[in-house]
């Protein structure tokens, strides 16, 4: 049977659907998970802070295709029967959970103190002077940082092809396996994620320039 | 399966162990040396005279830096034979990661040389020295200097990164982890132990390149 340049890209773009499926879970749960290790992060009782320093250095210490071995390997020791479109989404939202606390960290970290102060001397509670007063002003820094960081995760989820995930780098191997034309089939994948992240790189310099800009 | 954890083929399995890391460590020591000199060349390309050359690194960075590593390494190691190209596989693990941690590096080496004033090289200049000098000798030490935490995270995230090289039967760390646990059967005690190796490695290779950048920059560095 002969591919045509056209069944290869028609093949590859149809996996690129996973990939973006799988960014977008990986941000959303990532996001919302990192939210909550953010709040241990800068929390009052150094337990908290410690435990959420710990996991953000395993994490950013440790290559990322062992981290979604772990999980691959580990939730069936606990009785679970793991697909790998699950292993791969647990995966990548703990690691992505990881990156985006960080971040965020050193955005909330970049308010200056004063601001904590002046919001406590106005009689708000704490969980009030960060809603109202540090988190407005933090997420205008944290825009470009968090879209600059989708692009890394774009990029991370073609690890999960090695735990048998269909997403683009595992189809292309298929079809590398029967076309027998890596040059055109490897050529393709990566012009392919070029046109998933270079928009969002593209996006992250923007917001970047406008942040610097005098208001 | 039983439900306990098994670390008893952890006494047989050391010098295979070993072996994986020596190769780990061993790819990554080339790697920040090639990847450091290129880095430090595009960079100056980047901000030279010639306006194709400005052009090209711009494009070489934007591509590697929008692209996953193990796409690139695919692509040198089964894709470049497709038309004559064929490297065996730790040398072309070596260029990919070369390739990768230079596109990173060249921006953090372009931002260092951003940040020394153009004082310094003016004052090179009129003291008549020649402008390879004043770069080699004044304004790279400099750049590098207030760079220098940058390029090492970047170092050490190529050495996380370089785990991917064993799909294509590089025997790092990885690749013997991954034979143990084919013949153990004990994979998440293997990828334990081995993520805890990796994460030894890293702390490790961060101080060691502290102490090298303070011996080679001098104080304040890293």
Not at chain 2, 152 to 166: F, G, N, P
Request: charged fraction near 15%.
């Amino acid at each position: 049977m002969e591919f045509t340049l056209w069944d290869i890209l028609r093949n590859l773009l149809l996996a690129a659907r996973w990939t973006i499926v799988l960014s977008l879970a990986g941000f959303l749960f990532g996001g919302i998970a990192g939210g909550g290790l953010l709040v241990l992060r800068l929390a009052r009782r150094k337990p908290l802070r410690v435990v959420a320093r710990l996991y953000i250095e395993l994490f950013q210490g440790t290559p990322l295709l062992m981290q979604l071995f772990l999980v691959f390997f580990g939730l069936p020791l606990l009785g679970l029967d793991v697909q790998p479109w699950l292993a791969a989404g647990l995966g990548l939202t703990l690691a992505a959970s990881a990156y985006l606390a960080e971040i965020w960290r050193g955005c909330v970290e970049a308010i200056p103190p004063g601001q904590w102060d002046a919001a406590a001397s106005l009689g708000l509670h704490p969980f009030q002077q960060a809603r109202l007063v540090i988190l407005p002003q933090a997420l205008r820094i944290a825009v470009a940082p968090t879209v600059g960081f989708m692009v890394q995760l774009v990029k991370s989820t073609a690890l999960t092809s090695i735990i048998g995930f269909s997403e683009l780098v595992k189809t292309a191997n298929v079809i590398n396996n029967a076309t027998f034309a890596p040059f055109t089939v490897y050529a393709m994948l990566a012009a392919i994620y070029f046109a998933l992240c270079y928009p969002l790189t593209a996006a992250a310099r923007a917001l970047e320039r406008r942040l610097r800009a005098p208001a | 399966m039983g439900a306990g954890l098994d670390f008893g083929w952890l006494s047989e399995a050391g010098y295979v162990l070993a072996h994986g890391v020596a190769t780990t460590i061993l790819l990554i020591a080339v790697t920040t040396l090639l990847g450091g000199a290129l880095s430090v060349v595009a960079a100056a390309a980047r901000r030279g005279t010639v306006a194709w050359l400005r052009g090209l690194v711009a494009g070489y960075v934007e591509l590697i830096r929008n692209t996953p590593f193990i796409v690139q390494l695919f692509f040198i190691f089964f894709g470049l034979p497709g038309i004559g190209l064929r490297l065996d596989a730790i040398p072309a693990a070596i260029l990919a990661m070369t390739i990768n941690l230079s596109a990173y590096g060249t921006e953090i080496v372009r931002s260092g040389l951003d940040a020394v004033t153009a004082g310094q090289r003016e004052a090179g200049l009129a003291l008549g020295l020649r402008a390879r000098t004043v770069f080699l000798r004044i304004v790279l030490p400099q750049a590098v200097r207030a760079v220098y935490p940058a390029l090492t995270s970047q170092i050490v995230i190529t050495m996380l990164e370089s785990a991917v090289v064993s799909q294509i039967a590089v025997r790092d760390l990885t690749y013997e982890a991954d034979l143990i646990q084919s013949r153990t059967f004990r994979a998440f005690e293997t990828y334990a132990v081995v993520t805890v190796i990796y994460l030894a490695l890293s702390l490790l290779l961060r101080r060691v390149l502290v102490a090298g950048g303070r011996r080679v920059l001098g104080q304040g560095a890293g």
